[in-house]
């Protein structure tokens, strides 16, 4: 099955300056990788997500970046704001194409922008 | 529509108590999920349930039982449960429980019910 691990468990960065997480998965046929942001008392938010056939996806401040050959994935955070403190955690589905949407998750990076 | 409600918020039960927590969505998806999130910890899968059908049960205590009324609605009755049991109960929902030309993967989760058994 699939095996996720996500560092570090915690990061704090000054506001402003540049935030990046990184995941490693073990099962070569995973084509799809979400990141989750959680809010103290909130349950996780879709933030973005990337699909094996890319590289690099973009979406404002926030940026995913694939590496089929080494299986590690990375969320970046430009310009961290304080509102972008929270849990982030990194998943991969067990199972390969039609196979059963099951999410393995990483085991969340604690981020704090500090102000 | 791109929510996901769930109801309590908050929960406090007894162990000889039976309670159940209720998930709602509007999305059209035809895959429901239950996880349990303890505290620091990622979500877990509990159930997953697809066109209202049970389809995976990741070997989860019958004191935990659900149901899927209808393609829009997903309950978690509860019976004597645990105080090891508290958690987070987090519902979540996708268009399908499976992956067909790249799309049905992305779930969508509700703020959780926090519940507590003493």
């Known amino acids: 099955g699939e095996n996720v691990e996500q560092h570090p468990s915690t990061l704090s960065v000054q506001e402003g300056d540049s935030a990046v997480i990184k995941c490693t998965y073990s099962?070569?046929?995973?084509?799809?990788f979400p990141w989750y942001k959680q809010e103290l008392g909130k349950g996780p938010q879709l933030i973005i997500d990337?699909?094996?056939?890319?590289g690099e996806k973009k979406d404002q401040r926030i940026a995913v970046t694939l590496n089929k050959t080494a299986k590690h994935f990375s969320l970046h955070i430009t310009e961290t704001q304080p509102e972008d403190s929270a849990v982030y955690f990194c998943?991969?589905?067990?199972?390969?194409?039609?196979?059963?949407?099951?999410?393995?998750f990483g085991t969340g990076t604690l981020l704090a922008v500090q102000p | 529509d791109t929510e996901v409600t769930q109801t309590p918020k908050h929960l406090v039960m007894g162990m000889t108590n039976k309670k159940s927590l209720k998930c709602e969505q509007h999305?059209?998806?035809?895959?429901m999920y239950w996880y349990k999130q303890k505290a620091k910890k990622p979500p877990e899968l509990m159930f997953v349930?697809?066109?209202?059908?049970?389809?995976i049960n990741e070997s989860v205590p019958s004191r935990f039982s659900p149901e899927c009324p209808n393609s829009s609605l997903l309950n978690l009755h509860l019976h004597a449960l645990q105080p090891e049991d508290s958690a987070l109960y987090l519902c979540?929902?996708?268009?399908?429980?499976?992956?067909?030309?790249?799309?049905?993967?992305?779930?969508?989760f509700g703020p959780g019910t926090r519940l507590t058994v003493l």
């Open positions: 998943a991969a589905p067990e199972g390969y194409g039609g196979a059963t949407n099951k999410l393995i």
């Open positions: 979540a929902s996708s268009i399908t429980d499976r992956a067909l030309a790249g799309v049905g993967y992305e779930q969508f």
């Open positions: 349930y697809s066109y209202e059908k049970l389809s």
């Open positions: 990337i699909r094996s056939n890319v």
């Open positions: 099962d070569s046929a995973s084509n799809y």
């Open positions: 999305m059209g998806h035809r895959a």
